[in-house]
C-alpha cells in the first residue's frame, strides 16, 4: 500500500455505500470485488447487504447492489 492512499474502516465504507443519493433513493450502487475484498471482505458485505434487504449480483469483476426490496429478474 502507498504511504499516500488513504485507509477507510470498513464500518465508514459501509455507511459510504449505503448511504450514497443512488442508494437513498432505491436505486443501485456498484462496487469493485476486489475492493469489497479488501476493505471488509466477503462475509460482512454480503450480511450487510442482507440486512438491509436488498439484493447483489456480481458480474465482469462488480458487484452490483439493488437497493431496494423489489425482486430482480435477470432477462437473456
Known amino acids: ?9 470498513p464500518d465508514r465504507w459501509i ?3 449505503f448511504s450514497a443519493k443512488s442508494a ?3 436505486g443501485i450502487v456498484r462496487r ?3 475492493d ?3 476493505l471488509i471482505g466477503r462475509e460482512r458485505f454480503f450480511f450487510e447487504v442482507r440486512r438491509r ?3 447483489v449480483v456480481e458480474n465482469a469483476g462488480q ?3 439493488f437497493c431496494n426490496r423489489q425482486p430482480v ?3 437473456e
Open 36 to 38: 469489497v475484498e479488501r
Open 15 to 17: 455507511v459510504q455505500v
Open 63 to 65: 458487484f452490483v447492489i
Open 32 to 34: 469493485k470485488i476486489t
Open 73 to 75: 429478474h435477470m432477462r
Open 1 to 9: 500500500m502507498r504511504k499516500n492512499e488513504a485507509v477507510i474502516s
Open 24 to 26: 437513498a433513493e432505491g
Open 53 to 55: 434487504g436488498f439484493r
